[in-house]
């Protein structure tokens, strides 16, 4: 490989976000992405460009990939940008199969439930 075709593919890298996706498997692939590429963007991208060694997971649409960075499911729309993750360095997020997202607060929720706790309080 000649020097120019090193410092462009330097140059490129120092632009993308290098995304390492593990699936439940554990089996993880690298992928380059754009700060302005959303979460249904990459999930698409995933899709068509699915891995050979990926083949036992393989889903049947992109609409059900979901991405989970730092314990949250990130909405369609959310860009890697938004995020603020590092250009040139890689990041780690789980990708999952899974057909609705829950909603904001939820798990705080059924964890209320659960454990019979509440938000107000006993006047004794």
Avoid at 11 to 40: C, H, M, W, Y
Wanted: hydrophobic share 35%; net charge positive; with cysteine.
């Amino acid at each position: 490989m000649s020097h120019a075709v090193s410092d462009r593919a330097a140059k490129q890298r120092d632009r993308t976000i290098n995304l390492r996706l593990i699936l439940v498997s554990g089996k993880t692939k690298e992928f380059l992405f754009s700060p302005n590429d959303s979460a249904a963007d990459i999930a698409k991208h995933v899709y068509d460009n699915w891995p050979m060694d990926w083949e036992e997971e393989q889903v049947s649409s992109p609409n059900i990939l979901r991405l989970i960075y730092q314990g949250r499911f990130l909405h369609g729309n959310v860009t890697l940008g938004a995020l603020k993750l590092p250009l040139g360095k890689t990041t780690v997020m789980h990708l999952v199969a899974r057909e609705t997202l829950p909603e904001p607060n939820s798990q705080g929720q059924r964890n209320r439930e659960k454990t019979g706790e509440s938000n107000c309080c006993v006047i004794l």
